[in-house]
């Protein structure tokens, strides 16, 4: 009879729920003290776990400070970004500041085509926010604010559960 070895993904918890929320309230803050200023801030989110994470930034920025907060969506396709295009919920953000959001910052790639959409527009300003930074950038594009940096092999995965399970976890 054959053994088969069957290799198990080895999962490391690198921020937990209240870690999570920490971190949320944190960049939270700083968007506010870097647009404190403002009349209005845009949040947008790309989709799916970016919208999550959006949302709860959102609900901090709201509980501290009196400026309007507005939320959209960025719909792209992640694995291909040229294949169809990228689609912003329906909100005007004309001379205004639109703070993108997104989970994982890796190529930069997914934030580079979330934010064309709005270059060409008569936009006041232009942020981006990530839960987490991999540092592993082939577009120019940088995080204005983010929540954890981590040094990654390339062969590693970085999960974000924001919801059930919540946490980040490296696979």
Known sequence: ?????????????????SQIQKKIHRMAWEIYEKN??????????????????????????????KIKISST?????????????????NID?????IIVVDDVLKSGRTLTFGIQKFINQPIKKIMTCVLVDRNYKKFPVKAD??????STT????????LGKDEGVYLE
Not at 36 to 65: D, M, W
Not at 93 to 97: E, H, L, S, V, Y
Not at 145 to 150: A, F, M, Q, R, Y
Request: aromatic content about 4%; hydrophobic content about 40%.
């Open 73 to 89: 969506y960025i719909k792209i396709n992640k694995k291909n970004p040229l294949e169809n295009k990228v689609e912003i919920g």
């Open 36 to 65: 404190y200023s403002e009349k209005e801030i845009i949040i947008a989110g790309i989709e799916k776990r970016g919208v999550l994470l959006a949302k709860r930034i959102e609900e901090v920025l709201i509980k501290i400070s």
């Open 93 to 97: 953000f004309q001379n205004k500041t």
């Open 145 to 150: 604010v983010v929540g954890i940096s981590l």
């Open 154 to 161: 390339m062969q590693e995965h970085v999960r974000v559960n």
């Open 1 to 17: 009879m054959k053994k088969i070895l069957v290799m198990q993904k080895s999962k490391t918890l690198v921020l937990n729920s």
